[in-house]
């Protein structure tokens, strides 16, 4: 095969906001993140832990749910009595049921960020479909697991 | 569950319901424009188009990197067999430029045999992991393997720093400032497995090795400023894909054979091909085993990116390296890399398609002679010879293996770069 140069045409502005129009429908199907038709009944993203210790939530920093991209995302923990908790040991897991295997990254609790919030760094998912992240939560509050599912 | 948080969610929400009522009304529209696709397959292809690949920002590891001066010096480097062993394999010798960058070899032939498929360079500088294992984090430090490597290039350290001080050094001093003292260095030493070069090196004191090894990361860098601009074009799926998003009537440069756009249809759907093969550059930048049989000749084991990831995180040139231009604690990539676990055991790097049928043979070490072996190899989906497969098989019949083939063949495209980047440059002095 022979190789010419050539460049990227210039869109017209119909295909810019077909385009566009197709990454909404793509964000909402991915906004699904945690409000779509995922295999898993329970997507919300403020779930109690499975021993009824914490409950938390989960906030990307941006939404929706990117694919390919490294992200951070906020963890916030409450104790069963409300009271947030900053003062924990954290560590995240998770991946594709479906796929059987796991995270294309080993995402991390880098920081505490105060009034219960935690920072997870290095969040990744490669490819669209049901993904499942786990965090195993220890504090003086005891050790407990909440999971997460997500529709990318 | 707190205040602030309960009026944020409650924000949330209300965003979420305004942005549902929008879209509403949007995939309306889009269905509207298409008869072929439903909204939801149109997202996914429109999330496939080049249109949406981002374009090249900074690479902050390499400040030289969007330095046009650095591009024409990597351009010649990148041509220069002076940068072997024998002096007669450059970085052109495999990745061919008229052949999509790559030699059509199932294992490439430096100054020896290689143990793995030459890949291609379009659009590598948007992936965050070079080579099939993944053991390189960026262009540039992907470009120092082969060059140091004994069945490649198979020069040395200071032979490198040597030919750059005679051949080109107003050219560099002019990027990267003034070279180091190279008298009285030997001509042949490095960190190599040749057991008397490597012995020379040890004799050059710590600081005069940390010097030419700046040369070499600079080298890299200057074939990496070359190598960005090398980008994939766009193809005639790229061109169905935007004129099916706005309803356009298909001409012959926008259209799709019935066999092409049934296989498109399964690429995106039973034949499951678009889980890995995503995005704009169709692949998730991720890596797989997918159960490819072994090598047809006698190699050492090859664990893939069982090995690649522990290499990309220990190497001498990454991104956190005394040679990066950026701090360690910003090498995200590097920092959350996956590097233990039985899933990365014969785990090889997800290929682009762009261009793919000009690519035979396939797989990392060219197991795979034509397209038509890939699809079935996916169709039938047979067990690895180590490790583990992702894959179950999706019994494709010989007709839908066909359309496959057919809309991997459409991805075909000229390669989008200066014209001056696709030509062997001027002989250099």
Redesign the interface.
């Known amino acids: ?9 210039p ?2 502005s ?6 566009a ?9 991915a ?1 699904s993140h945690f ?1 779509g038709s995922a295999p898993s009944p329970d997507i919300t993203t ?1 779930k109690v832990s499975a021993h009824r210790l914490y ?1 938390a ?1 989960v ?1 990307p920093a941006v939404v929706p749910i990117p ?2 991209r ?1 992200q951070s995302w906020t963890l ?1 923990i ?1 104790a069963a009595d ?1 009271r ?1 908790v900053d003062d924990a040991t954290i560590t995240m897991n998770g991946g594709m049921p479906q ?10 609790v880098t920081r505490s960020l105060g ?2 919030d935690h920072l997870v ?2 969040v ?1 998912f ?4 049901w993904w499942v992240v786990r965090f195993a939560i220890a504090s003086a509050a005891g050790t407990d697991t909440v999971t997460f599912n997500l529709s990318l | 569950m707190n205040s602030i948080t309960r009026s944020s969610r409650t924000v949330r929400i209300a965003f979420g319901v305004g942005a549902i009522a929008l879209a509403s009304s949007m995939i309306g529209t889009v269905r509207h424009q298409s008869a072929k696709w439903t909204s939801a397959e149109l997202a996914l292809l429109g999330s496939l188009s080049i249109r949406t690949l981002e374009p090249l920002g900074d690479d902050p590891s390499n400040r030289y990197a969007n330095d046009s001066r650095a591009a024409l010096l990597g351009r010649d480097l990148f041509f220069d067999t002076r940068l072997s062993g024998n002096g007669k394999v450059s970085c052109a010798t495999c990745h061919v430029v008229a052949q999509d960058f790559q030699d059509g070899k199932p294992l490439a032939d430096g100054v020896g045999r290689t143990a793995r498929r030459t890949m291609p360079i379009a659009g590598t500088a948007h992936s965050p992991w070079l080579f099939w294992d993944g053991r390189a984090d960026s262009q540039w430090a992907q470009a120092l393997g082969p060059l140091e490597s004994g069945v490649e290039h198979g020069g040395s350290r200071t032979q490198y720093a040597h030919v750059v001080a005679e051949q080109y050094r107003p050219e560099y001093e002019a990027v990267f400032g003034a070279l180091p003292n190279l008298i009285g260095l030997p001509r042949e030493a490095g960190p190599v497995s040749d057991t008397t070069w490597r012995a020379a090196w040890q004799r050059i004191p710590a600081g005069r090795r940390d010097e030419i090894s700046r040369v070499y990361a600079n080298i890299g860098k200057a074939i990496a400023a070359y190598e960005r601009r090398i980008e994939p074009g766009v193809s005639r799926v790229d061109r169905y894909v935007d004129a099916e998003l706005v309803g356009e009537r298909h001409t012959s440069e926008n259209t799709l054979t019935s066999d092409e756009e049934a296989g498109l249809r399964l690429f995106i759907g039973r034949a499951r091909c678009v889980t890995c093969h995503n995005g704009p550059l169709f692949t998730d930048d991720h890596f797989h085993n997918t159960g490819v049989p072994l090598p047809r000749v006698s190699l050492p084991p090859d664990s893939g990116r069982a090995v690649g990831g522990r290499k990309a995180v220990a190497g001498e040139f990454n991104c956190a390296s005394r040679y990066s231009d950026v701090k360690p604690e910003d090498c995200q990539e590097l920092r959350f890399a996956v590097t233990e676990g039985p899933e990365l055991v014969r785990a090889y790097k997800t290929p682009s398609l762009r261009n793919v049928a000009a690519r035979a043979p396939y797989m990392h070490a060219g197991q795979l002679a034509s397209l038509a072996d890939v699809v079935a190899h996916y169709s039938a989906a047979p067990a690895a010879p180590f490790g583990h497969s992702e894959l179950t098989p999706v019994r494709l019949s010989p007709n839908e293996q066909r359309h496959l083939v057919a809309f991997l063949q459409a991805l075909t495209a000229p390669l989008a770069a200066p014209a001056a980047y696709l030509e062997h440059p001027a002989p250099h002095r």
């Open positions: 095969m022979h190789l010419h140069q050539a460049s990227l045409a869109q017209s119909a295909v810019r906001t077909a385009l129009t197709a990454g909404l429908l793509m964000a909402l199907s906004c409000a403020l409950r939530s906030r694919v390919r490294l916030h409450d409300g947030p796929h059987g295997h796991g995270l294309p990254t080993s995402p991390r009034s219960g760094e290095g990744k490669n490819m669209g479909g």
